[in-house]
């Protein structure tokens, strides 16, 4: 009687949501607070997709363009109407247009920036870190310089690369390149040391381990992750470099970045050319992000978690 009359003094309301709970509980479905959770993950998701696509959208034009000839290309056309590859092999043999030495001075370049930033980095930033030797400066001064826009450096540069003789030369845009990227590396170590028990250290100190051996052989195995992420970044921003490039190369040193302007005559600009250029150049950058991605999200969260 007391069920019954329980039910009989509830609202329609109130019978249809204890329903669709019961209802909810006999088949197994998610409850309300994690569907709301999947709902958000999944329009995040949806956020994002799309905003890679927008920030892609130059990318995907240049690689249509590529492909066009060059009286679609004159007419305008949005479609692929006679697609050909002949941009390609215009950027890789055309005339004065000297693709696989570009191609060389970049990864040259690149390469030496990476090697030149880390072998500089890593014991600066461990003795700031660890040894005390202008530990808050340095890493403040890194963030400081990192925050200035790179034309700051341009004037500073041409004349430094001027009076050393290094213009127009691999050396001078390693040299530079190196300047620029080596701020964000003792900023993505400093955080990678952090992170890093102390008790290691201590631990190899009473094995008599030395300064030296402790940075090697202990902590450097630990930071692998940070170390890839910082020769990604290091990478990608240096094979991209167009300023430094046209301030300080103008022929023997020039990178594929600036090599493709070579394109832009006196008798007009060849788009599929250029375009089939740019595609070509965004290669190694992205191959090399790609197959670092697991060491590079790792390696650029350390430090964001404290426990």
Do not use: C
């Not at 009687?1 to 509980?25: E, H, V």
């Not at 390609?88 to 090697?115: E, H, K, Q, T």
């Not at 930033?117 to 461990?126: D, E, G, H, K």
């Not at 970045?257 to 007009?268: D, I, P």
């Amino acid at each position: 009687m007391s069920s019954t009359a329980n039910i009989s003094t509830r609202t329609p309301d109130q019978l249809g949501a204890s329903r669709a709970k019961a209802a909810d509980n006999s088949t197994g479905k998610t409850p309300g607070p994690h569907r709301s959770k999947h709902r958000r993950l999944w329009w995040t998701t949806l956020a994002v997709g799309v905003v890679a696509v927008i920030v892609n959208v130059p990318w995907f034009n240049a690689l249509i363009v590529s492909f066009k000839s060059d009286g679609d290309i004159s007419r305008g056309a949005l479609a692929l109407g006679h697609p050909t590859t002949d941009h390609y092999a215009n950027s890789l043999g055309a005339a004065g247009y000297d693709f696989p030495r570009f191609f060389l001075n970049s990864g040259m370049i690149a390469l030496g920036a990476v090697a030149l930033v880390l072998l500089i980095a890593v014991p600066s930033t461990y003795a700031a870190i660890r040894l005390g030797f202008g530990g808050r400066f340095i890493m403040n001064a890194s963030s400081a310089l990192r925050l200035l826009p790179a034309i700051f450096f341009a004037v500073p540069y041409f004349l430094l690369m001027s009076n050393l003789g290094l213009l127009d030369t691999v050396p001078g845009l390693i040299l530079a390149n190196t300047f620029l990227n080596l701020p964000l590396a003792i900023i993505l170590l400093g955080a990678g040391f952090r992170d890093v028990p102390i008790e290691l250290e201590e631990a190899a100190q009473v094995d008599g381990a030395s300064t030296y051996r402790i940075l090697y052989s202990v902590l450097l195995p630990i930071l692998a992750p940070t170390l890839v992420a910082v020769s990604v970044l290091v990478f990608i921003f240096s094979w991209n470099d167009y300023l430094f490039a046209l301030v300080l190369s103008s022929s023997n040193a020039t990178p594929i970045t600036l090599g493709a302007a070579n394109f832009v005559t006196s008798t007009g600009i060849r788009w599929g050319d250029i375009s089939a250029a740019t595609v070509l150049s965004t290669l190694p950058p992205v191959l090399f992000a790609v197959f670092a991605q697991r060491f590079l999200v790792s390696g650029l969260s350390a430090g964001a978690v404290k426990g």
